[in-house]
């Protein structure tokens, strides 16, 4: 039988919050740093790859590539900055550098750049304009500097790590506050390197000197999450495809890894237990290739296709990092943002309104029957609050009650990230005529859980905690109506 508690602190509960002090529960395994929290805010950013190979037609430049080719025909940092936001987009990654070593910024320490391009007479700055672009919109900006780099003489001896650091030092010390600094694992291999044309192997673990580099991003942007297959801050997801295991748990033994060197099924999954929080992101790009190419401009992905990734993704309790990049005018595609505009009014729609927000909510346990931890929490739409319960309770469920029936196809749950990612399974239930039918059920939960069932109508929805590792700190307990055609007949989560 269910303790009532419900969403209106009680006088009970006040009485009680009043008689004494209830400690919050203490913080379970490794929880995230400031910065951390902060990224996962976003969940949902955007990739630039735009480049050399945006003209010619590569994916990956050899590095030999003449800088007279970059001339974007109408560049419009505005309109791609406008896009992604209004795609929902709340940061943006450029690929400052990509493989083929050309700087979208005119580097001091290289002459294949932006200036040495007809562009804008050699005085453009890709970098500046997106950056300030981003700041005008509301959008955060972050660098994407690949380590490798196929047109440096001195790639793979220890000149080049100097050099790199300086490149580092010129993106986070001259284009504003940096959220995010991406560094690809793809290192070594055939290249230009200054006329030599060879192949060049590099001991990814040591070669680089990673935790230098890190601490110089530390110094010079503490803001900023550090991104790579392990971290430290952010991992890759195992692949490239936007998607993360069902169980994902957000925490990592990242002692294991270095950057370039993947354990894919891993990464997808996490580690439990794990040693450091190192949630992970999904890129994916909105084309087949991550650059621009004309043949591909009906190959964009659909509205109802970018949804499903956001529910493997974002739903999963990563961060989607979606690509789209810009074409050779400079601009975002028209095709793209087709995609993209349909794209937000689906999530626009599902997410409009929260059907729980009128419902009643009683919990078996309220920790200390104290209003810190009151159940009502998790309907307050903010991320600052949660329910808990006892620390001997590590069982617990939540009702949900609708003053009229309730037709529902998702629901979204999320966990007090600040204490950690505590709890390890869970299952849904709808009343359906005089019992309980489970509907779903799940592992992890972390920063967000999309449980996408059939369409279901019902009075009564349930949430129980089956199993956690530390009594439960729950944020948000939400039902929502998806728009969409009812075509599968279980659940995919």
């Not at 992604?84 to 050309?102: E, I, N, Q, R, Y």
């Not at 959008?139 to 780099?149: E, N």
């Not at 748990?249 to 370039?260: I, V």
């Not at 956690?468 to 659940?491: K, L, Y």
């Amino acid at each position: 039988m269910l303790k009532a508690s419900t969403c209106v602190a009680t006088a009970a509960l006040l009485f009680n919050s009043a008689a004494g002090v209830v400690e919050p529960p203490t913080p379970f395994g490794p929880v995230p740093s400031a910065r951390q929290l902060q990224w996962h805010d976003l969940e949902f950013c955007g990739f630039l790859h735009f480049s050399i190979n945006t003209f010619t037609d590569q994916e990956w430049g050899f590095g030999d590539e003449s800088e007279a080719l970059f001339n974007p025909a109408d560049f419009d940092a505005d309109q791609i900055v406008r896009t992604a936001a209004a795609a929902g987009m709340k940061a943006l990654v450029l690929t400052c550098k990509h493989h083929d070593g050309f700087c979208l910024w005119p580097s001091k320490f290289t002459e294949h750049s932006v200036k040495r391009s007809p562009w804008k007479n050699g005085q453009g700055d890709v970098v500046k304009e997106i950056a300030d672009a981003c700041r005008r919109h509301g959008v955060k900006f972050g660098i994407y500097l690949s380590p490798w780099d196929r047109n440096r003489a001195d790639y793979g001896r220890p000149e080049y790590i100097t050099y790199f650091r300086n490149q580092l030092r010129e993106l986070l010390t001259n284009y504003g506050p940096i959220f995010e600094v991406w560094l690809d694992g793809a290192n070594g291999g055939d290249g230009f390197y200054g006329g030599a044309r060879e192949m060049r192997k590099i001991d990814r673990k040591t070669y680089y000197d990673w935790p230098n580099t890190w601490k110089l991003i530390r110094e010079l942007q503490p803001d900023a999450c550090i991104w790579s297959d392990g971290g430290p801050d952010v991992r890759w997801a195992g692949n490239e495809i936007g998607r993360a295991n069902q169980t994902c748990w957000e925490t990592l033994n990242a002692a294991d890894f270095a950057p370039g060197e993947a354990d894919e099924k891993r990464l997808s999954s996490g580690d439990r237990p794990g040693t450091d929080w190192v949630p992970p992101d999904c890129d994916v790009s909105i084309r087949p290739g991550w650059f621009y190419h004309a043949k591909e401009d009906g190959k964009v992905k659909s509205a109802d296709n970018l949804v499903d990734i956001y529910f493997n993704s974002v739903g999963r309790g990563a961060s989607l990092l979606l690509n789209v990049p810009p074409d050779r005018r400079g601009k975002i595609h028209e095709n793209d943002i087709r995609a993209l505009t349909e794209f937000r009014r689906k999530l626009d729609t599902l997410f409009m309104r929260n059907l729980a927000s009128d419902a009643r909510i009683t919990a078996s346990n309220v920790r200390g029957n104290n209003a810190r931890f009151t159940v009502g929490n998790v309907l307050d739409d903010r991320r600052q609050t949660y329910w808990a319960t006892d620390d001997s309770v590590t069982n617990a469920e939540l009702v949900l009650e609708f003053k009229r029936p309730a037709t529902f196809n998702v629901v979204r749950l999320r966990e007090f990230l600040p204490l950690g990612q505590r709890i390890e399974a869970f299952a849904l239930d709808a009343w359906q005529v005089d019992s309980w039918v489970e509907f779903g059920k799940g592992t992890s939960i972390g920063n967000c859980r999309l449980m996408r069932t059939r369409s279901l109508t019902t009075e009564k929805i349930r949430l129980r905690i089956l199993r956690s590792a530390a009594c439960p700190a729950v944020s948000e307990f939400g039902v929502f109506a998806e728009e969409r055609s009812d075509h599968f007949g279980g659940v995919r989560n």
